[in-house]
T-cell receptor
């Protein structure tokens, strides 16, 4: 079936550094999402993105977070600077339409030391 | 935002028996209820979903029930197999699929041969 690819699968960085998580969504999908999952807890919505703009974001989407998809390339989540509480698995997802099925990537595990 | 409670968190059954996972939600405007299966190290995959205009939906061995008055929905897996062992997450959305899914904390199902 359709696949969402995420790079890297795992990244370890020091607190205060910048990190960029990359997502290659399903090729013809138009809506993109990031969800955060802390170990042992549920996934929580961070942000969704359409037509080059953030549509909605949750309170978890701090000022240090940003998303973009320059020229149809990777959909990225950037955290600058990182904090200890940013350690989590970040799942990217995409859908063809606003009400279409969500397809999730395999997650990027971020460890902030 | 929407809060979704999920119980039980751990479920162990014998192969061939049924397994049931229950979820409740708070926002009466929620109208879409997907269920995701997540195996270790993999992405969550949609296995079945139900919208608020239905009370019951079945796909093969998966049955979902929705009680809008009680704001509860449930997943029933009949004739479980060891391959059904995984984490199962319920979710709810007030805007159809995609945007701002609120997830339950997950249920770890183990099916013993």
């Amino acid at each position: 079936g359709p696949k969402v690819l995420q790079i890297p699968s795992h990244q370890i960085i020091d607190m205060g550094q910048m990190v960029t998580l990359n997502c290659d969504p399903v090729s013809n999908h138009l809506y993109f999402y990031w969800y955060k999952q802390i170990l042992g807890q549920q996934m929580e919505f961070l942000v969704n993105f359409y037509n080059g703009k953030v549509m909605e974001k949750s309170k978890l989407f701090k000022d240090q977070f940003s998303v973009e998809r320059p020229d149809g390339s990777y959909f990225t989540l950037k955290i600058q600077p990182t904090a200890l509480e940013d350690s989590a698995v970040y799942f990217c997802a995409s859908s063809l339409t606003y009400t279409g099925q969500l397809y999730f990537g395999e997650g990027s595990k971020l460890t902030v030391l | 935002g929407e809060q979704v409670e999920q119980l039980p968190s751990i479920l162990r059954v014998q192969e061939g028996s049924s397994a049931s996972i229950n979820c409740s939600y708070e926002d009466s405007a929620s109208n879409y209820f997907p269920w995701y299966k997540q195996e270790p190290g993999e992405n969550p995959k949609l296995i079945i979903d139900i919208r608020s205009n239905m009370e019951r939906k079945q796909i093969q061995e998966l049955i979902v029930l929705l009680d809008k008055k009680a704001k509860r929905f449930s997943l029933h897996i009949t004739d479980t197999q060891p391959g059904d062992s995984a984490m199962y997450f319920c979710a709810a959305s007030t805007q159809g699929t995609g945007s701002k899914l609120s997830f339950g904390k997950g249920a770890k199902l183990t099916v013993s041969p």
